[in-house]
C-alpha cells in the first residue's frame, strides 16, 4: 500500500467520523445545524477524493466530465431554488421526494453496472450480483413508494387508505416474481431483461404497499422509506466498491429503522400493521364548528382567553398538524414571547408524530426562531401538565385524545401529551372534525377545555393583539 492509497483510506475514515459525529449533532434542535454542516463537509471531502481517484487511474473521460458537470450544476441549481422556495409546510413531501431521489439513483447504479457487465453476469462473483439484485428491489421500492407518498402528504393523490381490490394478492404475486428471478439472476440463469423485470415488479410493490397507508401513518412511512432509501445507497456503495457509499447508506438505513421504530411505538402501532395500512381517514373535509361532538363544548371569546393566558404563572404550547396548514409558526412564537415578556414560564409540548414527518413541529418552531430550550418532547412535558395554568392546543388532534387511555377505539395505548391533566385547557381549531384516526376527541368536551374556534393563524394573531390590547389598559 503506498502513500496515496494510505491517504485515500484516512480520508475516507475522517469522512465516515463526520458522518457519525453529524447524526449524533442532529439528535438535538440546538446543534442539528451543526451536525448538517459537518456531514455535508465530510460528503464533499469523500466526493473530491473519490474524484482525484478515478483521475489517477485514468478513469475520467472528457464524457464523463462533461456528465458531472451538468449533473452537480443541475443539482445545486435544483437545491437552491428548492431550499428557498418550498414552504415549510411543505417539507414531508419534499422529503418523501428526496427518498425517491435517493432510491431510484441506487437502483439506476445497479442497473448500470449490470448493462456493462451484459456478457459477463453469469461469471460475477456471488457479492456483486446479490448487491445488484438486492439495490434493485429496494431502489425500485423506495422510489415508487416515496412518490405515492409524496403526492399523499401533497393533495395529489387522496390522503386516505387507498384500499384496491385484489391489490395485496397482486403485491404477493410481485413478491413471488422478484423472488423468483432474483433466484435465477444469482445462479446465473437469467439476464438483463429478467432484471428489468425485477425492477418493474418492485416500482410496483412500492405503489401498491403505500397506497393504502393512510395518513395518520405518514411520518412512520416517511422514516421507513428512508431506512430504505440508505439501505439502497449502502447496496449501491458495494456494488461500485465505494467505502463512503457504504458508510453513509448503512448510517442513514440504521438511523432511519431506529426512527421507525421509536415512531411506531410513539402510536402503539405495530410496523407490521401500518404497512399492513387502513389506517386512518386522511384528508377528508371537516365538519363545521360544533359537528363531531360527543358532548356540549365551551366555547370562549378571544378576549377571555387573552385574559386567562396573560394571568397565568405557567403556559404550555401544543402545536399540531393545523398550525403548519396555517403557516401560523410565526404568529405562535410571538405569542410566546410577548407571554414571557409578562413573566409567564412558556414552553411547548411536542409529540414525536405530530403533523406529517418525524420532527415536523420541531422544524416549524426552530424556523420561526423558538428558544430551543423551550421545546419539550413527549417524556419531557408530561409531567408538568399537572402544574401548568393554561395549556394552548394550536391544532393539535389525536396526540391529545384521553381516549388512548382506554381500550377499545382507534387510538388505544397511544402515548398522548397529558394536556387534560393541566388547570385550564385552550383548544384553537377550525371545527371539531375528527383527527386521521377518525375518532371524537374526548378532551374537547372536557369540563376544563374552552374551544376557540379559528383557523391557526388568526386565532393567535387575535390572541396577540387581544393580549397587547389588555397589557395598555
Known amino acids: ?110 442497473l448500470g453496472d449490470a448493462v456493462e457487465h451484459a456478457g459477463s453476469l453469469a461469471r460475477l462473483p456471488l457479492q456483486t450480483t446479490l448487491t445488484i439484485v438486492l439495490d434493485v428491489v429496494i ?92 439501505t439502497a445507497v449502502a447496496m449501491a456503495g458495494f456494488v461500485l466498491g465505494s467505502t463512503p457509499l457504504i458508510i453513509a447508506g448503512a448510517l442513514v438505513g440504521a438511523a432511519g429503522a431506529i426512527l421507525t421504530k421509536l415512531m411506531a411505538d410513539a402510536m402503539n402501532r405495530s410496523i407490521g400493521a401500518i404497512i399492513a395500512g387502513g389506517f386512518g381517514t386522511g384528508d377528508d373535509a371537516t365538519p363545521v364548528s ?43 412564537v410571538a405569542l410566546a414571547q410577548a407571554l414571557t415578556e409578562r413573566g409567564v414560564d412558556v414552553s411547548y409540548g411536542i409529540h414525536p408524530v405530530a403533523g406529517r414527518m418525524p420532527g415536523h413541529m420541531n422544524v416549524l418552531l426552530a424556523e420561526a426562531n423558538a428558544p430551543y430550550t423551550e421545546l419539550k418532547d413527549l417524556e419531557e412535558i408530561n409531567p408538568e401538565f399537572a402544574r401548568t395554568d393554561v395549556v394552548l392546543v394550536v391544532g393539535a388532534n389525536d396526540v391529545t385524545n384521553p381516549a388512548a387511555r382506554r381500550p377499545g377505539n382507534a387510538v388505544s395505548g397511544m402515548p398522548i401529551l397529558d394536556v387534560d391533566k393541566a388547570k385550564s385547557v385552550i383548544v384553537i381549531k377550525r371545527s371539531l372534525g375528527h383527527g386521521y384516526a377518525g375518532i371524537d376527541n374526548e378532551l374537547y368536551t372536557d369540563p376544563k377545555t374552552a374551544m376557540l374556534f379559528s383557523d391557526a393563524k388568526a386565532g393567535l394573531s387575535a390572541l396577540l393583539a387581544g393580549l397587547a390590547a389588555y397589557a395598555t389598559r
Request: proline share 3%; hydrophobic share 55%.
Open 1 to 110: 500500500m503506498n502513500a496515496f492509497t494510505s491517504s485515500v483510506h484516512l480520508v475516507y475514515l475522517a469522512c465516515a467520523a463526520c458522518f457519525v459525529l453529524g447524526l449524533h449533532l442532529m439528535n438535538a434542535p440546538a446543534t442539528a445545524r451543526r451536525g448538517n454542516q459537518l456531514s455535508a463537509a465530510g460528503m464533499a471531502a469523500a466526493v473530491a477524493t473519490t474524484v482525484a481517484v478515478l483521475a489517477r487511474d485514468h478513469e475520467i473521460t472528457a464524457f464523463a466530465v462533461a456528465a458531472l458537470a451538468v449533473g452537480v450544476a443541475g443539482g445545486t441549481i435544483a437545491g437552491l431554488l428548492t431550499a428557498r422556495r418550498v414552504k415549510m409546510t411543505d417539507m414531508p413531501q419534499l422529503v418523501s421526494l428526496f427518498n425517491a431521489v435517493g432510491g431510484g439513483a441506487a437502483a439506476l447504479i445497479a
Open 139 to 230: 431502489g425500485g421500492v423506495t422510489f415508487s413508494g416515496s412518490l405515492i407518498a409524496s403526492g399523499k402528504l401533497a393533495g395529489l393523490v387522496p390522503g386516505r387508505p387507498i384500499l384496491m381490490r385484489g391489490g395485496r394478492t397482486v403485491n404477493i404475486l410481485l413478491a413471488l416474481v422478484v423472488a423468483t428471478l432474483a433466484g435465477m439472476f444469482l445462479t446465473g440463469h437469467s439476464s438483463i431483461s429478467g432484471l428489468a423485470v425485477i425492477t418493474v415488479a418492485a416500482l410496483g410493490i412500492g405503489v401498491l404497499m403505500t397506497l393504502p397507508i393512510g395518513g395518520a401513518d405518514m411520518p412512520v412511512v416517511i422514516s421507513l422509506l428512508n431506512a430504505f432509501t440508505g
Open 290 to 332: 360544533g359537528a363531531g361532538a360527543t358532548g356540549p363544548v365551551r366555547e370562549i371569546t378571544v378576549d377571555d382567553a387573552a385574559i386567562q393566558l396573560a394571568y397565568a404563572a405557567k403556559v404550555v404550547i401544543v402545536p399540531g398538524y393545523g398550525l403548519a396548514a396555517a403557516q401560523a409558526q410565526h404568529e405562535v
